[in-house]
């Protein structure tokens, strides 16, 4: 795929980003927000709250998002590897800070949160996710005096940059975000031209890091239960099977054209719990059908696609590998979020790129798609 | 090494879009290939049928008194979804809710325990519904109970409490009629997956024996429906149905409640009255019909039992007492499942093929003490020789050796044991037009219907048989091979297919393979009493509308006539009352204050009890009366029970005595029935 170059250069603020991009992301963004809504508000003014109230904060997490992306997309080159060891270590202790009790919160069996006065909570393992991007871009896209892949030392520095926030979410313990992070990590090494030796060690070390973890009981019970009811729904009913059953449920009955929008009982009877975070697309198979759905997919599609496009276009290494980065952190996550929705996938919980409920992960991927347009920026520029 | 780059990145672009085509493709299969099934799962999933029971109609007698009706009680029950969760998977909440109820926790467990998880052996009183509906542990707690169970519901966990009507069988003229009104009980997979189509509900009850089975659909009304779509944590969310319960229709029975209880008394008397005598007296049966109209006006069966057992929680010892051999199976009707040789109650139907075969009515036959026929002795049953006597004194004192010269006789004329290709039979053709071998027609579940044993079923029965008997010394038991018994499977081999001449013999007097249900006796006496008419006989009288509207009468229906001539008829009327005034029936009846009429039976039964002994005589009585206009015909079997006369006789004779209230006794029906139908009064019962 070609990036079509437009022939008048445009000033202003939407000029030398990538049109098709930023459209599916926009539009995204406004599903996502409807979804929210339609997930929240019947149950919410059932129970007398405010019907409104994810909507209203969704809107929020949003504007903030669309304010970091265009920030991260105008921010110099240069500043932005000059910002990088900052971002890693902020990222870093974030994931220590977590760790210690009092600061730290407790959900869904993971101590993964911060929680900041006035109900805010922030969730430091998104930002490493860019961090360790960005940081391992930085360091596979040197290139030694006659050398035209990465040094065996470079692609050890860029495994130590990465592991030290892994180990760190790996002990809150929040298995979904480490399965995400590992498949960047292995695809940037792989994409980065280095040695085929690493690629296969990295593969197998990957498999028996997941296998150990179960094995030795790393995992908890918690994310173990979530795992075994993968394999067999019905195993417990009432737990994580019967939420993954309701899931399938959910979306199976949406059929064609979807029950129509705030008109799923389903969603509206709550029987998917999360539903307005790690589940919202059972919201989208239950009241958008799967024509709604397909589009939503489509939407995905066209984002990665423009994300492959512009790595292959952009002369520059750190681009490129950054654009690697996203593209797998991004494809993973979706295709593992709406696997799990609809039985295809073990259950972890991760949110939904664009479309979920929730701030930190909002401005990671917002973030992460202005580090997509500003590679795009600077191609134009330079060609 | 660009070109290497551009290949990988290729690769992970058609890695990804295949990811993104494979979630494509499963949402196609989720909603579109396998849309129906998800869409029938998430209304399954949000919708929830609750049943309202409907109130059960009320069961009365034919002066209206209520025989089953409906009270409040405090049900409660165990929900195996939260008990299964726990720790011990529920045992010591069990343990606890027994001894708050002071019940025992063998018995709550069973009853908390799907039939399918017990072994087969302990299942008397399983639950036989499912795992998704609470399961009623009991329905009589009382509200000290239930508040200790409800205030301390974490030790309670997956107990609950409320209040349900239940049936209640009040005895208030102390009568039982057990088998008479049968029982409710929980509805079964069988029930539910019937195809006569009827609409059950899960965790509805439905009658299982007597009336409340066969009259089922009438009493139980229709049950209100709620259809509600419910959201995650079971809160309404919105109402799809509401039908309100319809209450169910009234039934009015024929039985008259002091009658019954009378009756059952006097049955329960004569039983004991046998055992006093040195007769095991095991089991019995009483019933008296109104002879015009078939009514059945009580009808008794020993040993019965208390049917509120059955709501009040039958323990696991109640259920299998019902069905044991040890206990005499109360749960069996001898009335209409008991089948025994009638004996000399039979003989009004000897009399009947002897005159069709010519015999003169007006002639006197001999009565030796003993026939020899073949090398085989037949002997009167007192062994006595009168002489010649008429055929009414042959009723009267019950002599058997005439019937045994007669039917003798008959058997050679029709060819013996080279039948002719179509022999006259007289005997067998009589038994059949009374009704022998045919089904009363009663309105009661599971009646059997006797058996005659004339030369097609001598034909079934070898085709059964011959291979047992022809192969005799290898397929008996050790025990079975006597001199004697190898003889007789010699015999049955080789003739085994044809009525032979002791076959003959002793179904003249009702013995041999013959065999009648109590019930059918007394429509043959009826018959005799009603000037031939053979009389369905009616339990149910007629259904009415809980506004007290008639629904249905039953009207008296006819199922034949008797095979015999007017004078025939008069004539066994007679012989019958000569039985009681000059015959085997008259110390019996001596002093009762009402012309009876009837025949005494002694029948002789093969086979051993439980602990080894022979079996002892059937002690029948079969009569109607008044003679004169007769009104009531009554039967009594007592079964091992000695003499006709000295048990079931005097046992009939009490009868009477409560019927027409002679001798000190309170009349209960001297004038017959009333015409009219009673009022039902709803308001008597606690629950309407």
Same mark, same amino acid.
């Given at each position: 795929?070609?990036?079509?170059?437009?022939?008048?250069?445009?000033?202003?603020?939407?000029?030398?980003?990538?049109?098709?991009?930023?459209?599916?992301?926009?539009?995204?963004?406004?599903?996502?927000?409807?979804?929210?809504?339609?997930?929240?508000?019947?149950?919410?003014?059932?129970?007398?709250?405010?019907?409104?109230?994810?909507?209203?904060?969704?809107?929020?997490?949003?504007?903030?998002?669309?304010?970091?992306?265009?920030?991260?997309?105008?921010?110099?080159?240069?500043?932005?590897?000059?910002?990088?060891?900052?971002?890693?270590?902020?990222?870093?202790?974030?994931?220590?800070?977590?760790?210690?009790?009092?600061?730290?919160?407790?959900?869904?069996?993971?101590?993964?949160?911060?929680?900041?006065?006035?109900?805010?909570?922030?969730?430091?393992?998104?930002?490493?996710?860019?961090?360790?991007?960005?940081?391992?871009?930085?360091?596979?896209?040197?290139?030694?005096?006659?050398?035209?892949?990465?040094?065996?030392k470079q692609v050890l520095q860029a495994l130590a940059l990465?592991?030290?926030?892994?180990?760190?979410?790996?002990?809150?313990?929040?298995?979904?975000?480490?399965?995400?992070?590992?498949?960047?990590?292995?695809?940037?090494?792989?994409?980065?031209?280095?040695?085929?030796?690493?690629?296969?060690?990295?593969?197998?070390?990957?498999?028996?890091?997941?296998?150990?973890?179960?094995?030795?009981?790393?995992?908890?019970?918690?994310?173990?239960?979530?795992?075994?009811?993968?394999?067999?729904?019905?195993?417990?009913?009432?737990?994580?099977?019967?939420?993954?059953?309701?899931?399938?449920?959910?979306?199976g009955s949406g059929g064609l054209l979807g029950k129509g929008?705030?008109?799923?009982?389903?969603?509206?009877?709550?029987?998917?719990?999360?539903?307005?975070?790690?589940?919202?697309?059972?919201?989208?198979?239950?009241?958008?059908?799967?024509?709604?759905?397909?589009?939503?997919?489509?939407?995905?599609?066209?984002?990665?696609?423009?994300? /492959?496009? *512009?790595?292959?276009?952009?002369?520059?290494?750190? !681009?490129? %590998?950054?654009?690697? +980065? &996203?593209?797998?952190? $991004?494809? /993973?996550? *979706?295709?593992?979020?709406?696997?799990?929705?609809? !039985?295809? %996938?073990?259950?972890? +919980? &991760?949110?939904?790129? $664009?479309?979920?409920?929730?701030?930190?992960?909002?401005?990671?991927?917002?973030?992460?798609f202005g580090l997509l347009q500003n590679v795009y920026q600077?191609?134009?520029?330079?060609? | 090494?660009?070109?290497?780059?551009?290949?990988?990145?290729?690769?992970?672009?058609?890695?990804?879009?295949?990811?993104?085509?494979?979630?494509?493709?499963?949402?196609?299969?989720?909603?579109?290939?396998?849309?129906?099934?998800?869409?029938?799962?998430?209304?399954?999933?949000?919708?929830?049928?609750?049943?309202?029971?409907?109130?059960?109609?009320?069961?009365?007698?034919?002066?209206?008194?209520?025989?089953?009706?409906?009270?409040?009680?405090?049900?409660?029950?165990?929900?195996?979804?939260?008990?299964?969760?726990?720790?011990?998977?529920?045992?010591?909440?069990?343990?606890?809710?027994?001894?708050?109820?002071?019940?025992?926790?063998?018995?709550?467990?069973?009853?908390?325990?799907?039939?399918?998880?017990?072994?087969?052996?302990?299942?008397?009183?399983?639950?036989?519904?499912?795992?998704?509906?609470?399961?009623?542990?009991?329905?009589?707690?009382?509200?000290?109970?239930?508040?200790?169970?409800?205030?301390?519901?974490?030790?309670?966990?997956?107990?609950?409490?409320?209040?349900?009507?239940?049936?209640?069988?009040?005895?208030?003229?102390?009568?039982?009629?057990?088998?008479?009104?049968?029982?409710?009980?929980?509805?079964?997979?069988?029930?539910?997956?019937?195809?006569?189509?009827?609409?059950?509900?899960?965790?509805?009850?439905?009658?299982?024996?007597?009336?409340?089975?066969?009259?089922?659909?009438?009493?139980?009304?229709?049950?209100?429906?709620?259809?509600?779509?419910?959201?995650?944590?079971?809160?309404?969310?919105?109402?799809?149905?509401?039908?309100?319960?319809?209450?169910?229709?009234?039934?009015?029975?024929?039985?008259?409640?002091?009658?019954?209880?009378?009756?059952?008394?006097?049955?329960?008397?004569?039983?004991?009255?046998?055992?006093?005598?040195?007769?095991?007296?095991?089991?019995?049966?009483?019933?008296?019909?109104?002879?015009?109209?078939?009514?059945?006006?009580?009808?008794?069966?020993?040993?019965?039992?208390?049917?509120?057992?059955?709501?009040?929680?039958?323990?696991?010892?109640?259920?299998?007492?019902?069905?044991?051999?040890?206990?005499?199976?109360?749960?069996?009707?001898?009335?209409?499942?008991?089948?025994?040789?009638?004996?000399?109650?039979?003989?009004?139907?000897?009399?009947?093929?002897?005159?069709?075969?010519?015999?003169?009515?007006?002639?006197?036959?001999?009565?030796?003490?003993?026939?020899?026929?073949?090398?085989?002795?037949?002997?009167?049953?007192?062994?006595?020789?009168?002489?010649?006597?008429?055929?009414?004194?042959?009723?009267?004192?019950?002599?058997?050796?005439?019937?045994?010269?007669?039917?003798?006789?008959?058997?050679?004329?029709?060819?013996?044991?080279?039948?002719?290709?179509?022999?006259?039979?007289?005997?067998?053709?009589?038994?059949?037009?009374?009704?022998?071998?045919?089904?009363?027609?009663?309105?009661?579940?599971?009646?059997?219907?006797?058996?005659?044993?004339?030369?097609?079923?001598?034909?079934?029965?070898?085709?059964?048989?011959?291979?047992?008997?022809?192969?005799?010394?290898?397929?008996?038991?050790?025990?079975?091979?006597?001199?004697?018994?190898?003889?007789?499977?010699?015999?049955?081999?080789?003739?085994?297919?044809?009525?032979?001449?002791?076959?003959?013999?002793?179904?003249?007097?009702?013995?041999?393979?013959?065999?009648?249900?109590?019930?059918?006796?007394?429509?043959?006496?009826?018959?005799?009493?009603?000037?031939?008419?053979?009389?369905?006989?009616?339990?149910?009288?007629?259904?009415?509308?809980?506004?007290?509207?008639?629904?249905?009468?039953?009207?008296?229906?006819?199922?034949?006539?008797?095979?015999?001539?007017?004078?025939?008829?008069?004539?066994?009327?007679?012989?019958?009352?000569?039985?009681?005034?000059?015959?085997?029936?008259?110390?019996?009846?001596?002093?009762?204050?009402?012309?009876?009429?009837?025949?005494?039976?002694?029948?002789?039964?093969?086979?051993?009890?439980?602990?080894?002994?022979?079996?002892?005589?059937?002690?029948?009585?079969?009569?109607?009366?008044?003679?004169?206009?007769?009104?009531?015909?009554?039967?009594?079997?007592?079964?091992?029970?000695?003499?006709?006369?000295?048990?079931?006789?005097?046992?009939?004779?009490?009868?009477?005595?409560?019927?027409?209230?002679?001798?000190?006794?309170?009349?209960?029906?001297?004038?017959?029935?009333?015409?009219?139908?009673?009022?039902?009064?709803?308001?008597?019962?606690?629950?309407?």
């Amino acid at each position: 795929m070609r990036i079509p170059l437009k022939s008048r250069k445009r000033k202003g603020f939407l000029a030398g980003v990538d049109q098709l991009l930023n459209s599916a992301v926009l539009i995204l963004l406004l599903i996502g927000i409807v979804l929210v809504y339609a997930a929240t508000r019947d149950w919410f003014a059932a129970n007398g709250l405010d019907p409104e109230y994810y909507l209203k904060r969704q809107v929020v997490n949003v504007i903030i998002g669309i304010t970091l992306a265009c920030g991260t997309t105008l921010i110099d080159y240069r500043l932005l590897r000059a910002y990088t060891p900052f971002v890693w270590g902020l990222g870093v202790l974030g994931l220590v800070a977590v760790l210690i009790p009092g600061l730290g919160s407790t959900i869904n069996g993971a101590r993964s949160w911060i929680s900041f006065p006035g109900g805010l909570q922030f969730q430091p393992a998104e930002l490493a996710k860019i961090s360790i991007i960005v940081g391992m871009a930085l360091i596979l896209s040197e290139r030694m005096t006659g050398l035209n892949r990465p040094s065996n030392k470079q692609v050890l520095q860029a495994l130590a940059l990465a592991g030290l926030p892994m180990v760190l979410i790996v002990a809150q313990p929040d298995f979904g975000t480490v399965l995400i992070i590992s498949a960047a990590v292995i695809t940037m090494i792989s994409l980065s031209g280095a040695s085929l030796y690493w690629v296969t060690g990295l593969l197998v070390t990957g498999a028996v890091g997941v296998y150990v973890a179960v094995a030795s009981g790393e995992v908890s019970e918690y994310q173990l239960d979530r795992l075994e009811s993968f394999v067999d729904p019905l195993a417990n009913p009432l737990a994580s099977g019967y939420q993954l059953r309701q899931a399938r449920i959910t979306i199976g009955s949406g059929g064609l054209l979807g029950k129509g929008l705030f008109d799923g009982p389903q969603t509206n009877g709550r029987f998917v719990p999360e539903q307005q975070t790690d589940f919202i697309f059972t919201v989208a198979g239950e009241e958008l059908g799967f024509l709604g759905s397909s589009f939503i997919l489509l939407l995905y599609l066209i984002l990665l696609m423009r994300a /492959f496009a *512009i790595a292959r276009t952009t002369t520059d290494l750190f !681009g490129k %590998m950054v654009c690697i +980065g &996203v593209v797998a952190w $991004f494809s /993973f996550q *979706i295709f593992e979020n709406i696997g799990m929705t609809m !039985g295809v %996938m073990p259950m972890t +919980g &991760v949110p939904l790129p $664009f479309l979920s409920y929730g701030g930190s992960a909002m401005f990671a991927n917002m973030i992460a798609f202005g580090l997509l347009q500003n590679v795009y920026q600077r191609t134009r520029r330079n060609s | 090494m660009r070109d290497r780059s551009a290949l990988t990145l290729l690769v992970a672009q058609v890695l990804v879009i295949s990811l993104m085509l494979s979630l494509f493709g499963r949402l196609f299969y989720l909603q579109i290939a396998d849309g129906p099934r998800y869409q029938e799962a998430a209304l399954d999933n949000q919708s929830r049928d609750i049943v309202i029971p409907a109130l059960r109609g009320l069961i009365v007698d034919i002066e209206g008194n209520a025989l089953a009706t409906n009270k409040a009680g405090l049900m409660v029950t165990a929900d195996r979804l939260v008990l299964d969760k726990l720790e011990d998977k529920g045992e010591s909440v069990l343990a606890r809710v027994a001894e708050v109820l002071m019940l025992e926790y063998a018995d709550i467990y069973t009853r908390t325990r799907l039939c399918g998880e017990l072994a087969r052996g302990e299942r008397d009183g399983c639950w036989n519904g499912n795992r998704y509906q609470p399961i009623p542990i009991t329905k009589e707690a009382s509200e000290n109970q239930v508040f200790t169970i409800l205030e301390g519901s974490d030790l309670f966990a997956g107990i609950d409490a409320k209040p349900v009507p239940i049936r209640f069988y009040p005895s208030s003229a102390g009568e039982r009629a057990t088998h008479v009104l049968g029982y409710l009980g929980p509805i079964t997979e069988k029930n539910l997956n019937s195809e006569e189509g009827k609409p059950y509900y899960r965790n509805e009850l439905i009658g299982k024996a007597g009336v409340e089975l066969l009259y089922d659909e009438e009493l139980r009304g229709v049950p209100g429906i709620k259809k509600v779509i419910v959201d995650r944590k079971e809160i309404v969310r919105r109402e799809l149905i509401n039908r309100a319960p319809a209450a169910g229709n009234h039934l009015i029975l024929s039985l008259n409640a002091k009658l019954q209880a009378a009756v059952e008394t006097e049955l329960k008397d004569a039983i004991f009255r046998a055992r006093a005598n040195g007769h095991r007296g095991d089991s019995g049966a009483a019933i008296v019909m109104d002879v015009s109209t078939g009514e059945v006006l009580a009808m008794a069966s020993y040993p019965d039992y208390d049917l509120n057992i059955w709501e009040d929680g039958i323990t696991v010892k109640q259920a299998k007492d019902l069905y044991s051999q040890n206990t005499g199976v109360p749960a069996l009707s001898r009335a209409i499942q008991g089948e025994f040789a009638p004996a000399s109650t039979f003989k009004v139907i000897s009399l009947s093929a002897a005159v069709e075969a010519g015999y003169s009515l007006k002639a006197t036959y001999q009565c030796p003490g003993e026939v020899k026929i073949g090398d085989r002795v037949f002997r009167n049953y007192d062994s006595k020789a009168t002489g010649r006597i008429s055929m009414t004194t042959a009723i009267a004192i019950s002599c058997d050796s005439i019937w045994y010269q007669i039917a003798y006789d008959e058997w050679v004329r029709d060819g013996g044991l080279k039948p002719k290709p179509s022999p006259n039979d007289f005997f067998f053709n009589s038994a059949k037009g009374y009704g022998l071998g045919k089904k009363t027609g009663v309105d009661l579940p599971s009646e059997q219907s006797g058996r005659l044993p004339d030369r097609q079923w001598k034909l079934d029965w070898y085709e059964r048989n011959k291979d047992f008997y022809c192969n005799y010394t290898q397929k008996a038991k050790k025990s079975q091979l006597t001199p004697y018994l190898i003889e007789i499977a010699r015999e049955n081999c080789l003739d085994g297919d044809k009525v032979r001449a002791g076959d003959m013999v002793n179904f003249s007097i009702g013995q041999g393979d013959t065999l009648m249900t109590p019930l059918q006796l007394v429509v043959v006496y009826a018959a005799l009493a009603n000037g031939g008419k053979l009389m369905v006989p009616k339990i149910a009288k007629a259904i009415v509308e809980p506004s007290g509207r008639v629904v249905r009468e039953f009207e008296p229906e006819i199922s034949g006539r008797l095979p015999i001539e007017k004078s025939t008829l008069k004539f066994l009327q007679n012989s019958l009352r000569a039985v009681v005034t000059s015959g085997t029936a008259t110390r019996a009846f001596s002093g009762v204050g009402v012309e009876v009429s009837g025949k005494t039976g002694t029948g002789q039964v093969f086979g051993r009890n439980l602990d080894g002994s022979s079996k002892g005589d059937t002690s029948w009585f079969a009569s109607f009366a008044p003679s004169k206009k007769p009104k009531y015909a009554v039967v009594m079997m007592v079964s091992q029970g000695g003499f006709g006369a000295s048990t079931s006789g005097v046992g009939v004779r009490n009868i009477y005595e409560h019927i027409f209230g002679t001798n000190g006794r309170v009349a209960i029906i001297p004038n017959g029935t009333p015409k009219v139908l009673p009022r039902i009064d709803s308001s008597k019962a606690p629950l309407s």
